[in-house]
């Protein structure tokens, strides 16, 4: 939202090549201004898959990108009702998809993911997992480079795995 009592924005660009963390930005900044800057780094980055969440401010800073950026992130999302797939922009981070994220995060780390960036480690080493198995920043934390992280990470498994997929073949 840019506010001064807010979430900062955040930002993590991944080197799929190296498997590292190439940059990171965070802080405050206006939704509308955050999406330029998305666009001029995933412009400079290759066209870069731009994964960003649809929840609450997040989806302010898409309706600003998807105008001037094209590599923007959808899920797909089965319609029971007439059967078909779906397109949804952004990351939906909910109960039922954080588990997933964190999980995905967590296995990219342990599997050698290069994170040569000391605010984002700093906020890892706060990240905890609650006695309800939820997970969070620790108290007088934040999170919001660690959940950027994951997205990145979400990004670089889903690229391209979606096509001519049955729900149940879905990995989730």
């Not at 795995?161 to 989730?172: D, G, R, T, Y």
């Amino acid at each position: 939202e840019g506010l001064i009592t807010g979430d900062n924005s955040s930002a993590v660009i991944l080197n799929a090549k190296d498997y590292s963390v190439a940059a990171h930005y965070s802080g405050k900044i206006p939704p509308d201004t955050f999406a330029t800057y998305l666009s001029l780094w995933g412009k400079k980055f290759n066209e870069a898959l731009i994964v960003v969440e649809s929840n609450n401010h997040g989806l302010v800073t898409l309706n600003y990108l998807r105008d001037i950026y094209r590599h923007v992130y959808f899920r797909k999302q089965f319609d029971e009702l007439t059967n078909t797939w779906t397109d949804k922009i952004g990351f939906q981070t909910s109960a039922k998809t954080k588990p997933l994220l964190i999980s995905n995060l967590d296995k990219a780390i342990r599997s050698g993911l290069k994170i040569p960036i000391d605010p984002i480690l700093n906020e890892l080493r706060t990240y905890i997992i609650e006695e309800d198995g939820s997970t969070n920043a620790s108290e007088g934390s934040h999170d919001d480079s660690v959940i950027a992280l994951a997205l990145s990470i979400q990004g670089y498994l889903e690229l391209g795995s979606f096509e001519n997929q049955k729900p149940e073949e879905i990995p989730i």
